[in-house]
């Protein structure tokens, strides 16, 4: 059977995946995820792109096998991707969720806000980068959103340098 098609997903998935800045600290389940991860890339992915480079090497010359080259290529971006996680794993700090305080925006905080000018609220937590996930309204601390946020309080207005201009957010609340 060929592995051409989950070759090239896997490929495709890999290529899209954003060089993440280490980010030391996280929550337990962003941990948990990490390792979720690495787990199916060392067991699952890993093994595949096995058999799709020894599927194609059986097929013949392998200086205009363009199979054999994706399937290399996609192996040496799995295991960039499988060494990076190893980095944040090894470098990972999992914050005590209990300690966190919400008398100003800190890491793991969920932070209510309101921009000044036209009125419209938005909820963000902040996550470390390997977390980040805007759909589920989780942004990296190293954002310019989080960064102009950290350290404010309720009722504060925080200054923000966006690519878009400026703008000005108001913290309505935060929250864990």
Do not use: W
Request: net charge negative.
């Amino acid at each position: 059977m060929c592995h051409v098609g989950i070759l090239f997903c896997l490929y495709d998935h890999l290529k899209q995946l954003k060089e993440e800045n280490i980010m030391a600290y996280m929550s337990e389940e962003g941990y948990k995820k990490l390792m979720a991860e690495l787990k199916e890339l060392e067991t699952v992915e890993r093994p595949k792109i096995s058999a799709a480079i020894a599927e194609a090497r059986d097929k013949g010359d392998l200086s205009e096998n363009a199979e054999y080259d994706a399937a290399k290529e996609a192996q040496g971006m799995l295991e960039m991707r499988i060494n990076k996680l190893k980095t944040v794993i090894a470098d990972a700090k999992i914050i005590d969720e209990s300690k966190l305080k919400t008398d100003s925006v800190q890491i793991l905080n969920k932070v209510e806000l309101k921009n000044v000018k036209n009125g419209m609220k938005m909820i963000y937590t902040i996550v470390s980068e390997s977390e980040a996930n805007l759909k589920e309204g989780k942004i990296s601390v190293n954002t310019p959103i989080a960064q102009g946020l950290l350290g404010k309080k309720v009722g504060e207005i925080a200054e923000i340098t966006v690519p878009q201009g400026k703008i000005a957010l108001e913290v309505v609340n935060i929250s864990i």
